[in-house]
């Protein structure tokens, strides 16, 4: 049975509280970019109206990830995280959901990501994120030898990495979902080269995830459009072709975020949310706080993630187990892959991905993925030993 740590052992109140700001103003930026469906729908913004849309379902998703995150963090990772009956169980109940999704899976946006369950729509793939950084993370440290030292073991141990992400991969990528299966792997090479896995190994193995995710991109059509697009976007963002598909996305984006200027034009002021910019309440609602609240409050959320990262890197460089680094190495990379992906695609850095702001998008199930993830974080902090956290 896991173990709980003790309540004696220090918290880490930094990051705590830079995450729940984040949270915070999160929910004010969803309620800010849903807050015009109600007077679409010819409802007010009464706080009853509030809780049964999108604001009340993305309140939802935070007490749930709020009371996930501090079950989690009362609990010994080591002796919960590394044991491989609980890990097994937790990899075989995600390939179940994600099989389920792929049978009977609510369509939306013409993606089939969701699972309807009562009252709530669960989003497997979301959930897999953490569970990435548990499985890879045990998987490296079952070695029980530096990673490295023997090019044909560490072969093996990524045959064995492969064995058990090739399936959720294919049935995310088959979602479609071609962004989450890209963030998954960028999580699982991190931690693998910070881990000293031998370099030709890692070349070989970056090079082919590289190879087989360019394939999916050229190969599918719609994927290879919203390359064009942004190629198109980033030489002239005024003036593209497709007024409806991805491209549309990219012209609205940078039309939002220079209305901004340093300022912003208000909080709730902004015009691109009103049906200009698509997923502006979720993938794209960087673009609305860079509206709204100008170069200030993009950089506020910046700095937020900066704090948040600078505290999940400490805990990395205080754990006292190669399992606990490895582990914490997997979780921050989980929020720090989505936030680079999410900010870059607003800014037209790379094509559009489709993967949420951590603690910032509207979304219930990221909401929850991502507190796991900090709520995991905080275990492992609570188990430092001899070292403070509060420096």
Known sequence: MAKLTSPALRVDKPLVIW?????????????????????????????????????????????????????????????????????????????????????????????????????????????????????????????????????????????????????????????????????????ILGVLFYAGLHRNVFTALSASAIGVFTYKIVSTPFRFQRVKDWLTAIQDPLNINDPLGSGHQIKQALIAVGNGGVLGVGPGAGRQKLGFLPESHTDYIFAVIGEELGLIGSLFVVACFLVIMSRCFKIISHANSPFLKSLALGLTLVLVVQALINISVVLSLVPSKGIPLPFISYGANSAISSLICIGMLLGISKRTQNRSLSQ
């Open 19 to 187: 995450v729940l700001i984040s949270v915070l103003f999160g929910l004010w930026m969803v309620y800010s970019a849903t807050a015009f469906r109600l007077y679409e729908s010819g409802l007010d913004s009464t706080i009853l109206n509030l809780i049964r849309g999108d604001f009340g379902k993305q309140l939802i998703g935070v007490v749930l990830g709020g009371c996930l995150a501090v079950i989690l963090s009362s609990l010994d990772p080591e002796s919960t995280w590394s044991n491989q009956k609980y890990v097994i169980s937790l990899v075989l109940i995600s390939f179940l959901m994600l099989i389920l999704v792929h049978l009977f899976g609510h369509v939306a946006g013409g993606a089939k990501r969701w699972l309807s369950l009562p009252g709530f729509s669960l989003q497997p793939s979301e959930l897999f994120k953490p569970i990435t950084a548990i499985l890879t993370a045990f998987l490296i440290t079952r070695e029980n030898r530096p990673l490295g030292d023997h090019q044909a073991k560490d072969w093996i141990l990524v045959s064995k990495l492969v064995g058990f992400f090739i399936v959720p991969l294919m049935l995310i990528i088959k979602q479609p979902d071609l962004g989450t299966a890209i963030a998954i792997t960028a999580v």
